[in-house]
């Protein structure tokens, strides 16, 4: 089965500081990975996905994340990040084989605060 | 991206009494739909998935006379809790894709509170 973890469950920054979040993953074979945004009261917005080719992936508002296919991980980041940042980050898998793609496995989400 | 519609956004219902979720693509037929639950603090967990016009396949552990998932059309989905219990009270969110895109667009999700 597959699993997603999320390191850090509560991140607080300053404005202008340098993000990043990490996410590992276990599984063996092939996946599709994702990250997804939730603003507070908003949809689950799709910030980046990596399917295939380059590993460093480049997503809308800034964000970026880097496969590791060696380190089962996909961590987000941000040089600078903003006070409309503030939000919950999600990161989630989903197998390429023998799987629906969509079917997607998340990690528990951190909570971004930004401060001004 | 596409538009998926979920309603209501939330509700309150007496324990006991049966609860209905719509999920609806709105721009786009959607081929397979997703059902998932978050707790409070913790991760999106999948429910169900479902195709249009085929019973729903369920994720171990999820009781599927409890949790009726309805996939009649190529744009709606539905959710029915039946006899809700509080411990059934939990944020839903569905999330549908067409065969064109290569991602699942998510519904804004539906706080259920059971009484």
């Known amino acids: 089965a597959q699993s997603v973890s999320q390191h850090n469950h509560h991140v607080i920054l300053s404005e202008a500081a340098s993000l990043e979040l990490g996410c590992n993953y276990s599984?063996?074979?092939?996946?599709?990975l994702f990250w997804y945004v939730q603003y507070p009261g908003q949809h689950l917005q799709l910030l980046l996905k990596y399917f295939s080719g380059d590993p460093l992936v480049k997503g809308i508002k800034g964000f970026e994340a880097e496969f590791i296919k060696s380190k089962f991980s996909f961590n987000l980041r941000k040089p600078s990040v903003q006070w409309s940042d503030t939000a919950e980050y999600f990161c989630a898998v989903n197998a390429r084989r023998g799987s629906t793609l969509g079917r997607l496995y998340f990690g528990r989400g951190t909570q971004l605060t930004v401060w001004p | 991206g596409a538009v998926v519609s979920q309603h209501p956004s939330r509700v309150i219902c007496k324990s006991g009494t049966s609860v209905k979720i719509e999920c609806r693509s709105l721009d786009f037929q959607a081929t397979t739909m997703f059902w998932y639950r978050q707790f409070p603090k913790q991760s999106l967990m999948l429910m169900a998935t479902s195709n249009e016009g085929s019973k729903a396949t369920y994720e171990q552990g999820v009781e599927k006379d409890k949790f009726l998932i309805n996939h009649a059309s190529l744009t709606l989905s539905t959710l029915t809790v039946t006899s809700a219990h509080p411990e059934d009270s939990s944020f839903y969110i569905c999330?549908?894709?067409?065969?064109?895109?290569?991602?699942?667009?998510f519904g804004q999700g539906t706080r259920l509170t059971v009484v």
């Open positions: 999330s549908a894709r067409d065969s064109k895109y290569t991602e699942a667009f």
């Open positions: 599984y063996g074979g092939t996946v599709n």
